[in-house]
């Protein structure tokens, strides 16, 4: 029985280890693509395809907002849009923006193809995305009243992101 437990023990000891090297490299990697607010876009209105006008400052004031930077082009964004779907489902602020992904009828014919609600502004020229230099797709920035207070790249589950929202609704 005592071997058996000290197995036990072992596995989680070497489970625990390996997740919290995980962490590190996550976090680090996060922080080398973590791209740079505009000074001026947390004030400035973004256009939808419906054209509604959002303010990140307003978006986001005093809770956490998504701002979510994909393509129609990019593979794992087809794994990563169905679960920014569902937290914009569950009421989480989320504003998408779709980098060089074709004009307004193609986009919105591709979101509703896909049961995509969440609002999406098109950047078609790519502009909005080098203003924050966006170098991955997707990329998924938290913001607080208007401030990018955390982002993650790549594939990203739902749990991941709420779990991001809740360690940074602690720290901000």
Not at 47 to 58: F, G, P
Not at 146 to 171: C, D, K, P, Q, V
Request: overall charge positive.
């Amino acid at each position: 029985m005592q071997i058996k437990y000290a197995h036990i023990l072992s596995y989680l000891k070497s489970f625990l280890q390996a997740l919290l090297i995980f962490t590190v490299i996550s976090f680090s990697i996060d922080w080398l693509r973590k791209p740079s607010q505009p000074s001026t876009l947390s004030s400035q209105a973004l256009t939808t395809l419906t054209q509604d006008k959002v303010r990140l400052t307003q978006f986001s004031q005093d809770r956490i907002g998504i701002v979510y930077f994909w393509g129609t082009w990019c593979g794992i964004c087809k794994y990563t849009s169905p679960t920014i779907e569902k937290l914009h489902q569950n009421h989480i602020p989320v504003i998408s923006i779709a980098l060089t992904s074709g004009n307004n009828t193609s986009l919105q014919t591709y979101l509703t193809n896909r049961d995509f609600t969440f609002p999406t502004v098109n950047d078609s020229d790519g502009l909005i995305s080098n203003h924050w230099d966006i170098s991955v797709t997707p990329t998924i920035v938290l913001i607080k009243n208007g401030r990018m207070i955390h982002s993650t790249t790549g594939i990203s589950s739902y749990w991941g992101i709420r779990l991001r929202m809740f360690a940074m609704n602690l720290l901000y």
